[in-house]
């Protein structure tokens, strides 16, 4: 099965991301905002010349999220962070999400901490 985050399609990001994720008091709806340090797309863009981020998708079990709410931060005149910010407004998309965090977890490792445990 194909788990992965991609930034064009057919080309697999395989940096992993830091991820926030926000919940409102009703459960209802929520945010994820994900963060990738150097992520393997800069290289990729360099490297073509191709400078068409298309968005970002999830991909799992012929499904699919996708956000165009990218931004990309500059450090001493190079790409740096690229940050990514969906947003969820009803529970479907929300269990969705978290259906396909369930995968990408179990398949690359990436864990889940609580705000409140970290210290």
Known sequence: MIVEIQFMKGIKESTLPI???????????GTGTFFFIKPEIFQLMKV?????IQGIFLLWENKKI???N?????????PFLLKAIFIFKNSK????FLNFMNYYSKETGLLFT??????
Request: glycine fraction near 6%.
């Open 70 to 78: 990218i931004e990309i931060f500059f450090k001493e005149g190079k």
């Open 19 to 29: 991820i926030k994720l926000t919940k409102s008091r009703n459960g209802e709806t």
């Open 66 to 68: 996708e956000s165009k």
């Open 48 to 52: 073509t010349n191709n400078f068409n």
């Open 114 to 119: 609580e705000k409140n445990n970290l210290f």
């Open 93 to 96: 998309e929300w269990f969705e």
